[in-house]
């Protein structure tokens, strides 16, 4: 195999790893054996290899010492400092979107918002691709590759570990009025509101998750070291 057909190769495993994890068909905390993942999809393990190191470095995937790759997981502590981390981050996304978007901008994130209803309607889950959609989207408007790229890798490690929640309809559907008021917001221009909303939000699905953990008991998870 050519190298730019193995990078190709590779590139499509990344993809289709990520996918599985983020829906939580591969759950947090799951090892990646490699010879019955490479055997599931008709690949060599060379490629195989180079996706699992791509996620890891992404954070969705973490290098355990004589164990190999493992999905994810984080206790309590761990979720709290992600939140601030994506709260601080994200808040000042919101605000920087308020002044900088356009009308693509505006017009991707009130599609974002239609899309998650019609999913709703549709008596479908909540799914992690409708929110991350919107939240790209919003970022797309920051104008800031660097808090983007920050953001992106924890959002998904926060879809990681929500992945194993039974969401409630009622934070669904308040998930969604969020983020219909910050797509006003934005295209408003009003950068105040747009981060006081982002906050509230973060705040309320930081404590849907933590609240969560507690109940299932996996509040003590220690993420693996690196």
Known sequence: MSETLRRGLAGQLVGALRERILTGEIPSGTRINEVEVARELGVSRGPLREAIRQLVSEGLLVHVPNKGAV???AGVAEV???FELRSALETAAARLAAGRRDRKDVTALRRACDRSRKLMAGGRRFAHRSSLDFHRALLDAARSPRIAE??????QQITVLRSLHNVP???TEASM???EELAEAIAEGRADRAAEVMARHLDRVREQMIAHMADSGDAGVVTPEQ
């Open 71 to 73: 999905v994810f997981e």
């Open 80 to 82: 709290e400092a992600l």
């Open 169 to 171: 309809t009622s934070h």
């Open 150 to 155: 920050q953001v992106e890798r924890v959002h």
């Open 177 to 179: 009025a969020d983020h």
